[in-house]
């Protein structure tokens, strides 16, 4: 009895943390620094955005619906990690169509412990076919800080290493409610770190690193070549980001336009930053905000964002940002599709487009490097 009090307690502070910071979006800091634009928060949540899924999208979404998930922002994070997502969507989509659901073969897949900020992590390394030495890609999945793993993002990384050649570094970072921030933050740089002191334990080439990420897994990425150009570590030769956590603003077009939106809505982000930061003073943190960040001398950058994806503004306010700063950038919006499409190559053709425009720059900054160490 005692300790489903105590259960419930920690779920009504989670609950009053969010609910802390939707008030506080739209207003200003007590040091006067702003958390969110000064519009106000709607009142009223849109019916439905005006873009609809292309086809393929549709029947990830239609099986996802009929998975019968429990809206996230009404779960604990134990109960929220044990809902539908949308990789079991797929799976179920290929099974009902009768095509096999075994992932897209690489060369090879090896789990292994790495050093994080605090101690060793969990990293799975999936490496193509191929002698190598290959250049490395360090991963970082999405799920807010708070949910996921890298089995849910299997087949992004997959894609990833065959389409870059490269070998992949999926980093399984401490996450919230247990780890808050910057604890995520904190893995990631570490994570970089080793990959840059271990490349040739992986089969990769220390000279020749990438960062890259989804979602929350985005925003470490890029805040990995941040801290790298901060602590005069050796940056990273190219990052992808792909639709990025980059802002805090719950009032940008996208928010509005995508407020229903599947899987990610404009309400499950609260619930993700109420449990991964202390404070909602923190969602203005330039780790957080991106936008807000010093982004210059960073390297040059893919951005893939999702029309029908709340967080589509701010990745490409980001784009435009990074661009501003003096960063080469290619960015590229892909219509009639959700947020964690990227990974869905098996059942949406956008998807497919996605990964051949991320493996095409990654490989055009891996073979820049390669021809200058020659």
């Known amino acids: 009895m005692i300790r489903g009090i105590f259960q419930n307690a920690r779920v009504i502070c989670a609950a009053l943390l969010a609910l802390s910071f939707l008030l506080v979006a739209g207003c200003e800091s007590s040091q006067g620094t702003p958390v969110a634009e000064s519009r106000p928060v709607a009142e009223t949540t849109p019916a ?12 990830v979404l239609d099986q996802l619906a009929a998975m019968a998930g429990k809206p996230i922002e009404t779960l604990t994070p134990d109960e929220a990690r044990k809902q539908p997502t949308p990789a079991d969507a797929v799976k179920a989509l290929l099974e009902k169509q009768g095509k096999s659901t075994a992932p897209e073969p690489v060369g090879k897949v090896e789990e292994r412990m790495i050093a994080g900020a605090t101690g060793q992590i969990p990293a799975r390394v999936y490496t193509p076919d191929g002698k190598g030495p290959f250049p490395v890609i360090v991963y970082f999945h999405g799920g807010g800080w708070v949910i996921a793993t890298n089995d849910t993002y299997d087949s992004s990384a997959r894609a990833l290493t065959n389409a870059a050649q490269a070998v992949l570094l999926s980093v399984e970072y401490r996450k919230g ?7 995520a933050h904190d893995d990631a740089f570490a994570a970089y770190k080793w990959a840059l002191a271990n490349a040739k334990s992986i089969n990769g080439d220390a000279n020749n690193i990438a960062v890259a990420g989804e979602s929350a897994g985005g925003n470490l990425a890029a805040n990995v070549s941040i801290m790298a150009r901060d602590n005069k570590v050796k940056m990273p030769v190219h990052q992808l980001l792909i639709y990025p956590v980059a802002n805090n ?40 905000s991106l936008v807000r960040a010093d982004l210059k001398g960073l390297p040059a950058t893919t951005v893939i964002t999702a029309q ?30 959700t947020h964690e499409f ?33």
């Open 249 to 288: 603003d719950l009032n940008a077009p996208s928010m509005i336009e995508n407020a229903n939106a599947k899987p990610l809505n404009r309400a499950m982000l609260p619930w993700f930053m109420g449990h991964y930061l202390k404070d909602p003073s923190e969602s203005s943190n330039p780790m957080i």
């Open 48 to 59: 439905s955005s005006e873009a609809r899924p292309d086809a393929d999208m549709k029947s």
């Open 177 to 183: 409610p247990e780890s808050k921030f910057p604890a």
């Open 342 to 374: 990227f990974g869905m190559g098996a059942v949406v053709s956008k998807a497919k487009q996605a990964v051949a425009q991320a493996g095409m720059s990654l490989r055009t900054a891996f073979s820049v490097i390669a021809l200058a160490s020659r």
């Open 308 to 337: 029908i994806d709340p967080l589509q503004s701010e990745g490409q306010m980001l784009a435009e940002k990074l661009r501003g700063a003096g960063v080469q950038v290619e960015s590229r919006n892909y219509d009639g599709v």
